[in-house]
């Protein structure tokens, strides 16, 4: 999916706000700015737009709760889809026209892409850095299990870890009376492949073997 552009008509700081996003070769658009300029509103527009503006939604300083709306055009190659999102409990999806519009109509352009993963993929935030400060300083400086871990959307990858460290420990278990898996299927293969090279013969034995049957 992609935005064609944003149009706010009233969410945190921003009125009547709209951005254009022009395709071009390399159709990438960085937003930048000083701080405090609105780029964290600015995700939580879109944040908002695709997955609904939260109850008690903190951006209602400049403009009150039933009156925020965000808008965009998006597009997926083939089809666009202009849309609003409102504030409230039902039926905050509406149409250009604002009419209500099928939340099923924007999830064919998000596709699996749900509130979750995109918080945790796109949605990087000053908080969201706060909160993998602390992580690292309780994972002990595990930068790469960390980092690995925000890339599956915060599953703690630790407890795979743990989970395919205790299969291997059940493959390789064994004692006196019985032999682990892995050894048995060692044994196995070993006695496959002495059979294999007993059963098999060379190129030149063949052609041998055919000389003396023609004679």
């Not at 552009?5 to 395709?23: C, H, R």
């Not at 990438?28 to 737009?49: D, Q």
């Not at 291997?168 to 496959?192: D, M, W």
Request: charged content about 25%.
């Amino acid at each position: 999916m992609r935005f064609d552009s944003l149009k706010i008509p009233a969410f945190g700081p921003f009125t009547d706000f709209k951005l254009e996003f022009s395709q071009s070769v390399a159709d990438l658009h960085l937003i930048y700015g000083a701080n405090e300029a609105g780029k964290s509103s600015l995700l939580r527009a879109i944040h908002n737009l695709l997955y609904g503006i939260p109850v008690r939604s903190s951006d209602n300083f400049l403009h009150s709760h039933p009156k925020l709306l965000i808008g965009a055009t998006v597009s997926d190659g083939e089809n666009d889809l202009t849309f609003l999102r409102k504030k409230g409990n039902r039926g905050t999806l509406l149409d250009a026209d604002q009419n209500s519009l099928d939340e099923g109509k924007l999830k064919a352009f998000c596709g699996s892409v749900n509130d979750e993963f995109f918080t945790h993929m796109f949605g990087l935030s000053t908080d969201s850095l706060r909160e993998g400060a602390a992580r690292l300083l309780s994972g002990e400086g595990e930068l790469g299990t960390l980092l690995f871990s925000a890339s599956l959307g915060g599953s703690p990858i630790d407890t795979a870890l743990e989970k395919l460290e205790s299969e291997a420990n059940q493959l390789f278990a064994g004692n006196g009376r019985q032999a682990n898996t892995i050894v048995i299927a060692s044994k196995a293969f070993k006695e496959f492949e002495k059979e294999s090279r007993e059963l098999s013969t060379t190129a030149n034995a063949w052609n041998t073997l055919q000389k003396a049957i023609a004679a």
